[in-house]
């Protein structure tokens, strides 16, 4: 079985796990796109790294913490 051929039994078995017509997940993997694009147009936009974002301290909010 070629890599391919895989790929399009995976992509098929997805579909009928999900129950998906062929139709509405072309239309689902096309809003991720979009939404994948605006997200990253968003962070450039506003000059965000997400890897700069993360703050493992978020929750030290008050000096007396318990």
Known sequence: MTSELRTKTKLYNLLER???SYD???HALSLYAHNKKFDKDLDDAYNVNNDDIIDEDWDDWHPNDL
Do not use: G, W
């Open 18 to 20: 999900l129950d998906l």
């Open 24 to 26: 509405e997940a072309e």
